[in-house]
């Protein structure tokens, strides 16, 4: 049993890699898809949205994707996500990178469904916030593979087709759900996330879906922060990575404290420093600090409004994976768009003020779901 789970966790912390490295690879695939295509970095505003989209269809879909078991949504998130690195490493046009973004996030939508069906309930806290700090230690690898890989090729963003040697082996080997989950049980019929919602449910959904748009401000858009702030492209698609290091030691120093009741709102107050300095006009150095500083505080919000919205006793448990899935692609879909607006408007880092803003929203959801508790 010990090794059966041992065998889970390993799967769960390849996977989670595999979406950490598409996650640190979009900003700098941002950067440098505009430089490689010559076009405005406006119109690639729709790569995170398409990601994002990919992630509400699935998440739609959840409950029936995830009737069928863990194994078939693993190799199916494997396939689409190699198929989407794919076409943001090669792709030629504006249209085939958008794609490439679309069959992604689809991709790693299966894949965030399959990480909680791996894991199962037991200690689900704290194995959830190390298989999510793999996560974070390929996002901090990935800009600077990518930024290393620019030097040596012609575009450095093929160094996004990476998780490929590790998604094959994933997609080979024959995996069962964790006991106890419900997962293979039968869905008789499939219902938009939603119906049937408590109170209490609707704002552990919520908190997910602002601490997503959060994280995924700097995720899509750091580089092109620090592009603003006097980096060429090549540089800002590396030092981008410090976000994805305070991610890291975030989550990797979280899971002693995940369950106490101070962490979120500690990780909200430190977060909201750093996006706060992010607006100020900082040298690139004080930049690449606040980056960092809003990746700590930043790191265990998704581990921790995951867990809190999969132990709500309202609703199946395949049915609260479907809906964290949908609600992260609600967030994605919808930060990015608003980022292209706002970076045609203003300075792309005025557009940063909006964090603490969506972070303050986050603690008062999450104050009320402790009352209601």
Known sequence: MVRYRLLRDTHAVAIQAAIGWCLGGLGPVLVLG??????????????????????????????????????????????????GVGGLALGNSVAMLVFGGLLQGAGCSALLMATPALIGTDDRGRRLAVAVGTSSI??????????????????????????????????????SAAEGLGINRPVHGASAPGTGMTGSTRRRWLVIVLS???????????????????????????????FAIGMAVGRMVGPRSIGRLSSMQLSIIVASVGASSIVL???????????????????????????????????????????????????????????GILDRLIPIQYAFGLVPALLMGALALDDARDRDD
Do not use: K, M, N
């Not at 809003?294 to 199946?316: E, K, V, W």
């Open 34 to 83: 505009a430089r490689d295509l010559d076009v405005p970095r406006y119109q690639l505003s729709w790569l995170g949205s398409a990601f994002g989209f990919g992630l509400l269809v699935a998440g739609f879909l959840g409950r029936r994707i995830l009737s069928h078991g863990v194994q078939p949504v693993a190799r199916i998130g494997s396939v689409l996500v190699a198929c």
């Open 138 to 175: 390929a996002g901090l690898v990935a800009p600077g593979a990518i930024a290393l890989t620019d030097q040596i090729v012609s575009s450095g963003r093929i160094a996004v087709a990476v998780p490929l040697l590790w998604l094959v082996p994933i997609a080979a080997r024959p995996l």
């Open 281 to 339: 006009d900082l040298t690139i150095a004080g930049l690449v600090v606040a980056l960092l500083v809003a990746g700590f505080g930043i790191a265990l919000l998704y581990p921790i409004s995951l867990a809190r919205l999969l132990d709500d006793p309202a609703l199946p448990e395949e049915r609260l994976i479907a809906l964290a899935a949908y609600a992260s692609g609600v967030a994605i879909t919808i930060t990015p768009t608003v980022l």
């Open 212 to 242: 997503v748009s959060a994280e995924f401000f700097f995720w899509t858009w750091g580089a092109a922060r620090l592009v603003d702030g006097g980096a060429t492209d090549d540089v800002a698609s590396g030092l981008v990575a410090a």
